[in-house]
């Protein structure tokens, strides 16, 4: 017996299938989207302690960006957040990077605000594959295999910060810091560079992190007369600073931000309402600043934003290769479009430094895009001389 | 300003890697490239362009004396040592070639900046030593010298002290070393009497 073909039946006995055919893919595409495949990624912030603020700027933009992703109809990915809340405390950073990396498929973890809990999960993400997405301004020195560095480093921050400092207010610095890594090399760096363009460094202290002891650094403050201080406090050390720095300036004009301003390298938008009117006058350097129309509140949400849509573009062409190691994903040609540099795995940023006015930052000098030099051994370009014109 | 800050001199520097086609030999130029130097690797034998290498890493499991083009212990520039296995004769062969710094095998995500800094650290601080030692020695070869000259000069001063002073003069005066002014003054007296100048006068 001849077998009649399925299809042909179909048309004879569907003289116009067309119609419907198109209706059965607009329907599946346009209304349903197309099935696409879910990829488990890691949510490592605390909710809690010291930081809180910015842990929550940078979930804010991590979870946002994970909902964009998931509503894109053009994607053919999807994520599934999976989070933990190590609540501030340095010593559950490394327990529940491996939990996730051990119990759940995820392999990308996004999270860690502090330096020291970047290198608490780096020993686990080596021994697993894993990624971590770095989504705030560290120190530098470091280019860990198995981490993506989406903030600035001393290159784009405390470099251009200082360069533009030393011929606006002087070159006689006061260091403060958070007792830990961030503090202590940001203030290292500060000092190198200061002594190098013939400054003086008239005072340094660092506060453990959390302590609001600020009294003596104002009074050192005070004796000294420095031409600025470069804050790398941490939080409640942080605001108590300003605040009694700015009463300080309330009181003897001699410490009036316009005459002695604070500097900041990790100092954004999502930490102003905390300081309150202390913070008017402060100087901060960073990749982005709120302008009032912009998407993101703060770099640190434009920063965890940015590594969710990033790690979705590297996946799109190839979901199935989530699980690779990042130096892996590099090498694809979605990798090598990605701006993330295969040598050292952070991104050229905009470099900005801007003053707060009025409670918000308002950019007062452009940079351009830096490429991340995280051991700063490249050759400086030599800013465009200025030629005067001759007639 | 930015030169006491930057170091230039780990930026674009050349390293070697003398090992063997392994993982290690990833690990380790993966950490290099980032950091901002230019790698190269070779095996058996270093070639004649590791000679200006900035640093070289060898690997202390496979590794023997041939494959250096120095003599153990002079090598021109910082070694850092790949440690695998560490039997004793392995370490000892390695401190024999001169390895300031070392890292252990299997080499993961750091390690490398440290020994990088540790090693040149240390072979800064051993050559400025051993310039050291050597003007040491070539003092003590040159203090025979000393004791001839004062000897000769007690001929004529009388006494060891006086002798010993009119030496001291001399090297004031012409501002070179109490042995450079014993042996040029040793020097004048062997010559013959009628070309010695007298008084400063030729």
Request: proline share 7%.
């Amino acid at each position: 017996m001849l077998r009649t073909n399925p299809a042909k039946r179909r048309v004879a006995s569907k003289p116009d299938p067309i119609p419907s055919l198109l209706e059965d893919f607009g329907r599946a595409f346009l209304f349903e989207g197309p099935v696409k495949t879910s990829v488990s990624v890691g949510i490592l912030y605390s909710r809690s302690g010291s930081y809180a603020r910015i842990s929550d700027a940078c979930r804010t933009g991590a979870l946002n960006a994970i909902v964009e992703i998931n509503a894109d109809p053009t994607r053919s990915i999807s994520f599934v957040a999976i989070e933990r809340d190590p609540a501030g405390d340095v010593d559950h950073y490394g327990p529940l990077c491996e939990e996730i990396l051990r119990d759940t498929p995820a392999r990308h973890i996004i999270g860690c605000v502090t330096s020291w809990s970047r290198k608490e999960v780096i020993p686990t993400l080596e021994k697993s594959g894993g990624t971590l997405w770095y989504t705030v301004p560290y120190e530098g020195f470091e280019a860990s295999d198995h981490v993506v560095y989406l903030h600035a480093c001393p290159n784009q921050h405390l470099l251009p910060l200082l360069d533009w400092t030393f011929p606006a207010y002087g070159r006689r610095g006061y260091l403060t810091g958070s007792n830990y890594i961030w503090g202590w090399e940001m203030n290292r760096l500060a000092r190198e560079i200061i002594h190098t363009a013939g400054g003086e460094v008239v005072g340094e202290r660092y506060l453990p992190i959390g302590s609001v002891d600020i009294d003596r650094m104002i009074e050192e403050v005070r004796a000294t007369e420095p031409d600025f201080i470069l804050n790398s406090l941490i939080g409640p050390s942080s605001y108590a600073f300003l605040k009694a720095y700015a009463a300080l300036g309330a009181k003897d004009p001699r410490f009036s931000p316009a005459r002695r301003p604070v500097l900041s390298c990790n100092l954004t938008e999502c930490e102003l309402a905390d300081i309150g009117e202390a913070a008017e006058g402060l100087i901060a350097a960073g990749p982005y600043f709120h302008d009032g129309t912009q998407t993101f509140a703060s770099s640190h949400e434009a920063a965890a934003n940015r590594a969710v849509h990033a790690l979705a573009d590297l996946l799109e062409p190839t979901p199935q290769d989530a699980g690779e190691p990042i130096a892996v994903l590099l090498k694809t040609s979605a990798g090598q479009q990605s701006g993330i540099d295969a040598k050292t795995h952070h991104i050229p940023q905009p470099v900005l430094i801007s003053i707060v006015q009025n409670g918000a930052f308002k950019v007062v000098h452009s940079g351009g895009l830096v490429a991340g030099d995280p051991y700063l051994t490249q050759p400086v370009l030599a800013p465009p001389r200025r030629l005067r014109v001759v007639s | 300003m930015k030169r006491g800050v930057r170091i230039v001199d780990l930026g674009g520097a050349h390293a070697v890697i003398l090992h063997r086609p392994h993982p290690v030999v990833a690990a380790l130029s993966r950490q290099l490239l980032a950091v901002g130097l230019r790698v190269t690797t070779h095996w058996p034998g270093l070639e004649a362009e590791a000679l200006a290498a900035d640093f070289v890493f060898f690997d202390a499991d496979m590794g023997f004396d041939e494959q250096f083009p120095w003599q153990p212990g002079l090598a021109p520039m910082p070694l850092i040592a790949l440690i695998g296995s560490e039997a004793p004769g392995r370490i000892e062969w390695a401190l024999s070639m001169g390895a300031t710094a070392q890292i252990l095998k299997p080499v993961g995500d750091s390690g490398v900046y440290s020994a990088l800094l540790i090693a040149r650290n240390a072979f800064e601080a051993r050559r400025a030593l051993s310039a050291e030692v050597d003007d040491l020695k070539q003092k003590i070869g040159e203090r025979q010298t000393v004791v001839r000259a004062v000897v000769m000069l007690i001929e004529q001063t009388g006494t060891e002290a006086a002798a010993y002073s009119m030496l001291r003069r001399e090297a004031m005066n012409a501002r070179i070393s109490l042995e450079e002014a014993a042996a040029r003054m040793l020097a004048r007296a062997s010559r013959p009497r009628d070309r010695r100048p007298h008084g400063g006068a030729v």
